[in-house]
Each structure stands twice: as structure tokens, then as C-alpha cells.
């Protein structure tokens, strides 16, 4: 499985991004499904995670609330809305996937990891 993070960019704090990972392969339907970020000089961080068929997710305390992760097994993608953007939500954003514990937050259980894309968030 291959994945293609994007929708990153330059917003405004308290307003709205959305971030998508197209993933390339027919078993990526059958994979757990996270997103995790890493701001400058700082551990790679969770940020949200979903089961195979989206039934349950997860999130991290900083995010719950704010953020909302999704996917689409139709066309392959997973998705990460983010509302009331913060300064502090600053970061590139990795997704990543795999046959991991159901809400897995820690990076090295993913066997597959997108590219990242870049989130800042201006005061």
C-alpha cells in the first residue's frame, strides 16, 4: 500500500482544514488507519485513528472534539477534518496505516506511511 497525504497549507487560527490520504492498493480496505504529526523539534505525535471500517475512532485529548477522522474504502481514502485550528496544531501531517491494534497511537506499529503534508496555523 502506498499513501498520498494532501490538503495541507497556510490557514488562520479557528478556522477549517481538511487533509485527505489516497491510498494505492486493494488491501488498504482492510487496514487500521491513523494520522500523527511532528511540529519542528519535536517526537512525531498521535493525532487520531480509525478501524478498518471506520466503526470506531480515536483521537488525541489535544485534538478530541476538534478534529474528526473519516474514510472512504470506496475510493480509498481517509480523511482528517480539522475545526478550531490552534498555532499549536502546527505540524506536518503523516498519515499512516497498517495491521495495527484498534487505535493504535504509537508510530512504529504502522507499516505504512504517507509522504506528509504541511499544516500551519497562523495567530
Known amino acids: 500500500v502506498q499513501l498520498q497525504a494532501s490538503g495541507g497549507g497556510l490557514v488562520q487560527a479557528e478556522t477549517s482544514l481538511t487533509l485527505s490520504c489516497a491510498a494505492s492498493?486493494?488491501?488498504?480496505?482492510?487496514?487500521?488507519m491513523g494520522w500523527f504529526r511532528q511540529a519542528p523539534g519535536k517526537e512525531r505525535e498521535f493525532v487520531a485513528a480509525?478501524?478498518?471500517?471506520?466503526?470506531?475512532?480515536y483521537y488525541a485529548d489535544s485534538v478530541k472534539g476538534r478534529f474528526t477522522i473519516s474514510r472512504d474504502n470506496a475510493k480509498n481514502t481517509v480523511y482528517l477534518q480539522m475545526n478550531s485550528l490552534k498555532p499549536e496544531d502546527t505540524a506536518v501531517y503523516y498519515c499512516?496505516?497498517?495491521?495495527?491494534?484498534?487505535?493504535?497511537?504509537?508510530?512504529?506499529?504502522?507499516?505504512?506511511w504517507g509522504q506528509g503534508t504541511l499544516v500551519t496555523v497562523s495567530s
Open positions: 480509525l478501524t478498518w471500517n471506520g466503526g470506531m475512532t
Open positions: 492498493g486493494r488491501a488498504f480496505s482492510a487496514y487500521n
Open positions: 499512516a496505516g497498517g495491521v495495527v491494534p484498534d487505535g493504535s497511537p504509537y508510530p512504529n506499529e504502522y507499516g505504512y
